[in-house]
């Protein structure tokens, strides 16, 4: 049996997805048994618990053979930081006590870094707190810059008129479509060929500077001019507040942007066939930007 943590996310809901269609025995966990539905319909069974809950993840991941482990976002958290590691000492604790053979975690590319990487520190620490586990099989799936964090621009061009950021305009990103981690790490539980403790990046099809997200977006949206701009830190703050974030994760996504922009941040692996993935920026645009899109600008006129 598979226990799946974030099940019907972005990542997770792919995963167990493809393990119940290869005739799995899968554990969909998350807050809300109505959200767990389709997935029970589809022969799943459905686990309520909070991932800060150690007592509730050690039941749901109790008779697992592997476990799929995401920290949920939580932008609003006043204290993101000190969310992640109740989130990481929970999993962690319940992977122990349940004795769990292998773990699929959802990291992120700069985890190898302890500090100075906003929000990817609690990841590196996740990483850190997995290594401790004698005997524990363990994948930690570093994962490049999500497309849909461009998604965040929908709003931007509505009101501006450009698409805009704090990135360099010319620096290339490792760009990967959700869905992509989810197949890869799906294929991953299936043969459960990991052993020992192990990082892999996954880059996504391409990197891409935002100077080209803005001209697909553009092309996409029938504004061929749009364009990108970096806006100082100072700008960010207040649109990152006013979309709901805490003043905290304001200022982690901030830090993770500077190391990003000044390379501290990177990928560690050379791109290659085993860490590029299918989805391009332009499938991306087609099926998940311009929907959004055009949805937000309908509302807007009604
Ligand atoms: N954004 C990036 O560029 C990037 C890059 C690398 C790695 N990452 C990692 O990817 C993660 C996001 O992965 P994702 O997109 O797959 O997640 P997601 O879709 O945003 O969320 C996963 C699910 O977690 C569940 N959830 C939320 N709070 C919960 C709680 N307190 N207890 C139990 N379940 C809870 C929610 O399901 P219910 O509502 O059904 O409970 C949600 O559907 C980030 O947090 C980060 O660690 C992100």
Redesign the pocket.
């Known amino acids: 049996m598979y226990a799946i ?9 792919v995963i167990a997805t493809k393990l119940l269609a290869s005739g799995k025995k899968v554990r969909v ?4 048994a109505r ?2 539905d389709d997935f029970v319909r589809r022969g799943a069974e459905a686990f309520v ?5 150690a007592t509730a993840l050690t039941n749901a991941f109790t008779g697992a053979e592997a476990v799929y482990a ?5 932008p609003s958290s006043p204290e993101f930081s000190a969310y ?1 590691e109740r ?1 990481s000492d929970a999993m962690a604790a319940a992977i122990t006590k349940a004795g769990v053979g292998h773990v699929a975690l ?4 700069g985890a190898d870094k302890p500090e100075k990487t906003g ?2 520190v ?2 590196h620490n996740f990483e850190q707190k997995l290594e401790s586990i004698a005997g524990l099989n363990a994948l930690y799936v ?5 497309m ?2 461009t998604l965040a621009q929908v709003g931007v061009i509505q009101n501006f008129g450009l698409v805009g950021g704090p990135l360099r305009a010319e620096l290339p990103v490792a760009m ?1 479509a ?1 869905r992509d ?2 197949e890869w790490t799906a294929e991953e539980l299936l043969q459960l060929n990991f052993s020992g403790k192990q990082a892999r990046e996954l880059l996504g099809q391409r990197g891409l500077t935002y100077t080209e997200v803005a001209s697909v977006i553009g092309q996409a949206i029938g504004r061929p001019t749009l364009s990108y701009s970096q806006f100082p830190p100072a700008l960010i703050k207040p649109a990152l507040l006013q979309s709901g974030m805490s003043s905290n994760m304001a200022d982690l996504i901030l830090e993770m942007s500077e190391a990003l922009n000044s390379g501290y941040m990177a990928p560690l692996e050379a791109r290659s066939a085993q860490n590029t993935t299918t989805t391009t920026f332009e499938t991306f645009v087609a099926e998940e930007f311009l929907p959004r899109f055009k949805g937000q600008t309908k509302s807007a006129a009604s």
């Open positions: 943590t974030g099940a019907t996310g972005n990542t997770g809901s966990i998350g807050r809300d959200r767990l618990a909070d991932v800060t809950d995401m920290i949920p976002p939580n992640q989130v959802l990291s992120s590319v929000p990817v609690g990841l570093r994962a490049g810059y999500f849909q964090n990967i959700a981690i989810g």
